[in-house]
């Protein structure tokens, strides 16, 4: 029981690092008197879809490697390749590096530059690769040790905040976004669908079965049980903490003047009121509190994807050591970091936007098809069309394509309109293979 809860701490601080900590207040100062409805959207896919690709990367036990094999080993190699490189050193941990350094030394000095970034990038990295070279620490490092820390830090910040802010919401949401209680319930799907943590889940899947099978349990059942339990209490934590953190940024009203400074110099809102928040509630202590925090969640996450990511390519290319990969993959990540926090965010947008339907996509069909008989085909055939609608849809939303036909699909406005052509492309599909006689239903490896 109490390795599994160290399993489950080390889960929620591996997602809860990476932006999340400064995402929360910002949504909550912005949904006004729309904040239930919004919430609770948020947190059905902002914690569902993760929690739900961390139990589906359980389905075989080979995790998603094997999984996706069934599909086509091509197709295994080509998604998970692109996924580890994007969410790891890519965008997601240089972005830990570089929210870290925002709510720390960049919230501390009074002219914060690439200098200073550099710097302090040099040392947060030095820190992720020390710990990164023993994975087999992980569990105690992480679960035992930094998330309990992380937690207490954090609820000492929302208890604080809780009792000293006004009990009247923010009356200046963006009223655009939320005019009403259900399109701020849609929009809060939409919210916590763009977080795009589900991808997260992917690459930390492979670090929840390894370390469960470390600890004995190998049988199919038992792993599927574990792994279940480990994703559903940091699934609790993560809601749990979103709310409260989008509870106190509902509850703050700052003055025109200081929206218009955040805006001049092209600040973090989140940073901005997570540093605000502490300040408020613990004075200069606050900053301290809230940069050990911050630092703490960060680097969490950043060894935990490192140690995925640098697991995963020697896996596939085994002539090439772990502590290699660990080392080249901290370089590339240390070198987009000093690119600071806001030009990581708007690098990783649209190449986020284009594979995350595709993962989606590709998940949903591994948990159907655990249910339900189907042959290759039926993913293929789906995964080919979502790829294709992917890439138009965003062409189309960033000017490239004109496609007006696209406006017209369900839930476009909340950016899931292809829900509706993975439904479609899925239910054909499916059909035509009932009519292929040469290919067998997929099946999971469970023993």
């Given at each position: 029981?109490?390795?599994?809860?160290?399993?489950?701490?080390m889960?929620?601080?591996?997602?809860?690092?990476?932006g999340?900590?400064?995402?929360?207040?910002?949504?909550?100062m912005?949904?006004?008197?729309?904040f239930?409805?919004?919430?609770v959207?948020?947190?059905l896919?902002?914690?569902?879809?993760?929690?739900l690709?961390?139990?589906?990367?359980?389905?075989?036990?080979?995790?998603?490697?094997?999984?996706?094999?069934e599909?086509?080993?091509?197709?295994?190699?080509?998604?998970?390749?692109?996924?580890?490189?994007?969410?790891?050193?890519?965008?997601s941990?240089?972005?830990?590096?570089?929210?870290a350094?925002?709510?720390?030394?960049g919230?501390?000095?009074?002219?914060?530059?690439?200098?200073?970034l550099?710097?302090?990038?040099?040392?947060?990295?030095?820190i992720?690769?020390?710990?990164?070279?023993?994975?087999?620490?992980?569990v105690?490092?992480i679960?035992?040790v930094?998330?309990?820390?992380?937690?207490?830090?954090?609820?000492?910040?929302i208890?604080r905040?809780l009792?000293?802010?006004s009990?009247?919401p923010?009356?200046?949401?963006?009223?655009e976004?939320f005019?009403?209680?259900?399109?701020?319930?849609a929009?809060?799907?939409s919210e916590?669908?763009?977080?795009?943590?589900?991808?997260g889940a992917?690459?930390f899947?492979i670090?929840?079965v390894?370390t469960i099978?470390?600890n004995?349990i190998?049988?199919?059942?038992?792993?599927?049980?574990?792994?279940?339990?480990?994703?559903?209490?940091?699934?609790?934590?993560?809601?749990?903490?979103?709310?409260?953190?989008?509870?106190?940024?509902?509850?703050?009203?700052?003055?025109a003047?200081?929206?218009?400074d955040?805006?001049?110099?092209?600040r973090?809102?989140?940073?901005?009121?997570?540093t605000?928040i502490?300040?408020?509630?613990?004075?200069?202590f606050?900053?301290?509190l809230?940069?050990?925090?911050?630092?703490?969640?960060c680097l969490?996450?950043?060894?935990?994807l490192?140690v995925a990511?640098s697991?995963?390519?020697?896996?596939i290319?085994?002539?090439?050591s772990?502590?290699?990969?660990?080392?080249?993959?901290?370089?590339?990540s240390?070198?987009?970091?000093?690119l600071?926090?806001?030009?990581?965010?708007?690098?990783?947008?649209?190449v986020?936007?284009?594979?995350?339907?595709?993962?989606?996509t590709t998940?949903?069909?591994?948990?159907l098809?655990?249910?339900?008989p189907?042959?290759p085909?039926?993913?293929?055939?789906?995964?080919i069309c979502i790829t294709?609608?992917?890439v138009?849809?965003?062409?189309?939303r960033?000017q490239?394509?004109h496609v007006p036909a696209?406006?017209?699909?369900?839930?476009y406005?909340?950016?899931?309109?292809?829900?509706?052509?993975?439904?479609?492309?899925?239910?054909?599909?499916?059909?035509?293979?009932?009519?292929?006689k040469?290919?067998?239903?997929?099946?999971?490896?469970?023993?």
């Open positions: 029981m109490k390795r599994q809860l160290s399993i489950g701490f889960l929620f601080a591996m997602f809860f690092g990476a999340n900590l400064i995402f929360p207040p910002k949504l909550g912005e949904s006004g008197h729309f239930w409805p919004v919430m959207g948020f947190v896919t902002g914690v569902g879809m993760p929690l690709g961390v139990i589906v990367g359980a389905i075989d036990k080979r995790g998603y490697e094997g999984a996706l094999k599909i086509s080993p091509v197709y295994s190699l080509l998604l998970l390749s692109t996924i580890y490189i994007v969410i790891g050193p890519l965008f941990i240089p972005r830990t590096g570089t929210t350094y925002e709510l720390t030394v919230s501390m000095i009074s002219h914060p530059g690439s200098v200073s550099a710097i302090f990038s040099l040392l947060y990295f030095l992720v690769t020390y710990v990164s070279l023993n994975p087999n620490k992980l105690d490092r679960g035992s930094l998330t309990p820390i992380l937690l207490l830090i954090i609820t000492a910040i208890v905040g009792f000293l802010l009990s009247d923010q009356t200046t949401g963006d009223k976004r005019p009403d209680l259900a399109t701020s319930f929009n809060g799907v916590g669908y763009l977080t795009m943590d589900a991808l992917i690459t899947s670090l929840i390894n099978k470390m004995g190998c049988q199919k059942k038992e792993l599927f049980r574990s792994v279940t339990a480990a994703g559903v209490f940091a699934g609790i934590l993560l809601a749990l903490v979103y709310v409260a953190l989008a509870f106190i940024g509902n509850h703050i009203n700052l003055s003047g200081r929206m218009a955040i805006m001049q110099h092209d973090n809102m989140g940073v901005y009121l997570l605000y502490s300040q408020l509630g613990f004075g200069s606050g900053r301290i809230l940069g050990l925090a911050v630092t703490i969640a969490t996450t950043a060894i935990g490192i990511v697991t995963y390519f020697h896996t290319i085994p002539k090439i772990y502590k290699t990969f660990v080392y080249i993959f901290v370089i590339i240390f070198i987009l970091s000093n600071g926090l806001n030009q990581v965010i708007r690098m990783s947008v649209p986020l936007s284009l594979i995350y339907p595709i993962a989606i998940m949903l069909l591994i948990l098809s655990s249910f339900i189907m042959k085909i039926v993913h293929q055939v789906t995964i294709v609608f992917s138009v849809d965003l062409m189309h960033n490239l394509l696209l406006e017209r699909l369900p839930f406005s909340i950016s899931l309109e292809w829900l509706s052509v993975a439904l479609i492309a899925g239910i054909i599909s499916y059909l035509i293979s009932l009519l292929i040469n290919q067998r239903p997929i099946m999971y490896q469970n023993d």
